[in-house]
């Protein structure tokens, strides 16, 4: 490692906010890009695990790594969070829910995260809360390089991976990647006495591709992949039966890349898969989802002396056949997008507009405005205003135990502010956002506790963020306020649940050309894992208590060739949980560790 590059870059570029390649410096929304160096830390762990910590989020999970989860942004649970891989749709069209506690961090190069409603006007419905952008190994590759890692943990966790990259002198390039991760895990629910202990584990094969071909200097053409076949066991039912759950998730698109005097277009097919079986004593034939989207893209970038316009259609086909109800059930999507950035040394602005036609809900236009201005180079702050709409997924619609096939799109207005100062070696950025939606989509107890609308909800809270480069130190912090409430209904006035109040995370770090550090406090707040704060003597029990979690992390280049990375995660053993309900309890794992060595030739 070069001791003069530094682990932070000021300014990052991001194409998830804008749908073009633009300085994080120069959007308007909230836009966070997580690098290899970051992601470089979170060896052997998933997706999840690296979002668990970022801003603005809050999660829960049904046990260790692997099991059920499901994650929030700004006060919207994940069916209201598009992820794209590659820019293809990874939601499964069932649940609705992107399985990302499935996905290894040892196949991805980078993630870029886009905060609040402006994604909707953007990528279209299930991105009202804001998109995940998770991008495959090998997309940039400058050299050739193989490289092999093995690791080993607690619980019995074990990786093993291979990964290839080559280029030639045209720049066309291969990249190749295959790992093992395995764990005997931790005992998913803690309710039960020790008559039900058992440890749940997980284990996933994973392997990724990407390669570009230039036919000439205008047109590229490439191919990105990512596969993932898992197993994880896990505690099911009131008598907690040991179960487990074979996966099969997949993503893969294919393009092609033309520059025209100035003119970009791209266009891309793709597909992704999330096929699930479930298998307990009871169900020895299993039940089982089968999900996938068909997805085709196209996109025309133009500069121009007065800013960027973008413009496109989408096509989308959404297929999904379970179990849990009878019958297969698809919708088809047709789109159209345009889009305005302008970038100068005094302001910043960017308008986006798009008309969606689902096949089950009609016809949807939605669009953001914002704009920011420039005080000085250093300083500049802003505002934007974004409508949200989201379809209800086929599972919350059909599911034989939870369905509700009345169900309504929920719809919503977006507001966002912030000011923000940034230079070469710090960047500080202060955002209010503010949402009023209409018919949220979520667990209705007064309905047998099947799907529901809430008719009104208030979303709103701030986030600070704030990181630092100072010679070779490296330091920061993040923190959310968030109040997320229902505004009619039986539980007019209280918390929805899973939103914490309160959640920050303190960093601070070393680094120079031998080895980096870095320590963390997280804080998870207060919440409630059922809707409002009481509902009878059944309700005690389900606010979950605040939790201040104690990570820490290192890289040792041993050689240009030789790095050892290392974790240890809750360092002080703190108890906590993200779920507890009716008396289940779900167990996060206590301090854990885990070291790995990579040797890469070159």
């Known amino acids: 490692m070069d001791a003069e590059q530094p682990r932070i870059n000021f300014p990052a570029i991001t194409v998830t906010a804008t749908r073009t390649p633009t300085a994080v410096n120069n959007t308007i929304a909230q836009t966070r890009v997580i690098d290899s160096q970051e992601l470089s830390t979170y060896k052997g762990q998933t997706v999840l695990d690296v979002l668990k910590r970022q801003p603005g989020f809050s999660y829960y999970q049904s046990g260790g790594m692997g099991t059920k989860s499901s994650f929030y942004l700004r006060g919207y ?50 991105a009202v809360g804001g998109v995940i952008q998770i991008f495959t190994k090998g997309q940039n590759v400058d050299q050739n390089q193989f490289s092999v890692t093995a690791g080993a943990g607690s619980n019995d966790h074990y990786l093993y991976g291979a990964s290839a990259q080559m280029r030639n002198e045209k720049g066309s390039s291969l990249s190749l990647a295959a790992s093992r991760n395995q764990t005997k895990g931790i005992d998913a629910i803690k309710s039960g006495g020790d008559a039900y202990k058992d440890d749940d584990g997980f284990n996933s094969n994973n392997f990724s591709l990407s390669m570009q071909h230039k036919l000439n200097d205008a047109v590229t053409i490439g191919a990105n992949g990512i596969y993932a076949k898992s197993n994880t066991e896990y505690d099911s039912g009131s008598t907690f039966i040991d179960a487990n759950q074979d996966n099969k998730n997949y993503v893969f698109n294919t393009f092609v890349d033309i520059e025209n005097k100035g003119l970009n277009t791209k266009l891309q097919y793709g597909e992704s898969t999330d096929k699930r079986v479930n298998f307990d004593k009871n169900s020895p034939n299993g039940s089982f989802f089968d999900t996938k989207d068909k997805q085709a893209n196209l996109q025309l970038t133009y500069p121009t002396n007065m800013g960027t316009l973008t413009g496109g259609a989408e096509w989308l086909r959404q297929e999904a056949d379970t179990s849990l109800y009878a019958g297969s059930h698809e919708r088809k999507i047709k789109s159209i997008f345009t889009g305005y950035l302008l970038n100068t040394d005094q302001f910043d602005a960017q308008a986006n507009v798009r008309y969606d036609d689902n096949s089950q809900f ?84 007064g309905n047998n506790w099947r799907m529901g609308n809430i008719d009104k909800a208030r979303i709103k809270g701030i986030t600070l963020v704030s990181d630092w480069i100072v010679n070779q130190y490296i330091f920061g912090m993040n923190y959310d306020y968030q109040d ?31 080895f980096d550090v870095r320590a963390e406090v997280q804080h998870i707040g207060k919440r409630y894992a059922l809707d409002g704060e009481w509902y009878g003597p059944t309700r005690l029990g389900t606010k979950m208590q605040h939790a201040n979690l104690v990570n820490l992390s290192a890289n040792y280049y041993v050689s240009p060739n030789l790095t050892i990375n290392s974790q240890i995660n809750n360092l002080f053993n703190k108890e906590y949980t993200s779920i507890d309900t009716y008396g289940t309890r779900y167990n996060e794992d206590g301090t854990n560790f885990f070291t790995s060595l990579t040797y890469t030739w070159k």
């Open 77 to 126: 649970d994940s069916q209201s969070i598009l992820v794209l891989i590659d820019g293809i749709r990874y939601n499964a069209a069932s649940t609705g829910r992107a399985a990302l506690e499935l996905f290894p961090v040892d196949q991805i190069d980078h993630i870029e995260i886009l905060y609040g409603a402006s994604g909707s006007s953007i990528y279209g419905a299930d």
């Open 362 to 445: 009609g016809s949807e236009t939605t669009y953001n405005v914002g704009g920011a201005y420039k005080f000085s180079p250093e300083l500049r702050a802003g505002a934007s205003f974004s409508t949200g709409f989201r379809a209800p997924s086929l599972d919350t619609m059909y599911d034989n135990f939870s369905g509700n096939p009345n169900l309504k799109p929920e719809t919503s207005d977006n507001y966002e502010v912030f000011i923000e100062k940034s230079d070469d070696h710090h960047k500080t950025r202060l955002t209010g956002y503010y949402s009023d939606v209409e018919d949220l989509i979520d667990y209705d107890g």
């Open 484 to 514: 997320a409430k229902n505004l009619s209904g039986d539980y007019k006035g209280e918390q929805i649940k899973f939103r914490p109040k309160h959640k920050g995370l303190v960093y601070a770090g070393y680094r120079n050309s031998e």
